[in-house]
């Protein structure tokens, strides 16, 4: 189990400073998903807060296993539809970069916030 955050900063069009979150997990029990994405949104909260006016995406790489995966995007939809202090998720570019640690194939997947 391995946890990473850090962020990236671009410019849009060449003027329009902007942000991205990244937060890579690597986890293969189901169980300990939970806790780890519940770091990650406090630590995605914190990081929107400080970067307000350039936030704009925010990237999960998972390396798990499919059911840890699909726990993902269910955690990834709830956090969309949620509203309090995680409002601001709908203005960010969502994305899951999931790679299945049984066979290695890699798959993206964009969550349209707006």
Same mark, same amino acid.
């Given at each position: 189990?391995?946890?990473?955050?850090?962020? =990236?900063?671009? @410019?849009?069009?060449?003027?329009?400073?902007? *942000?991205?979150?990244?937060?890579?997990?690597?986890?293969?029990?189901?169980? *300990? @998903?939970?806790?780890? @994405? *519940?770091?990650?949104?406090?630590?995605?909260?914190?990081?929107?807060?400080? /970067?307000?006016?350039?936030?704009?995406? @925010?990237?999960?790489?998972?390396?798990?296993?499919?059911?840890?995966?699909?726990?993902?995007?269910?955690?990834?939809?709830?956090?969309? =539809? *949620?509203?309090?202090?995680?409002?601001?998720?709908?203005?960010?570019?969502?994305?899951?970069?999931?790679? /299945?640690?049984? /066979?290695?194939?890699?798959?993206?997947?964009?969550?349209?916030?707006?």
């Amino acid at each position: 189990m391995e946890t990473r955050f850090f962020e =990236e900063k671009y @410019f849009q069009w060449l003027i329009f400073p902007r *942000s991205r979150f990244i937060c890579e997990i690597t986890v293969t029990d189901a169980g *300990s @998903f939970g806790m780890i @994405f *519940s770091t990650a949104t406090t630590r995605l909260r914190e990081w929107f807060e400080k /970067n307000q006016g350039s936030a704009s995406e @925010f990237e999960l790489r998972l390396s798990a296993t499919p059911l840890v995966f699909e726990r993902a995007q269910s955690a990834m939809c709830a956090l969309l =539809e *949620s509203g309090g202090g995680y409002h601001f998720v709908k203005k960010l570019k969502l994305t899951i970069v999931f790679q /299945n640690v049984e /066979n290695g194939a890699v798959e993206y997947y964009v969550c349209d916030g707006a």
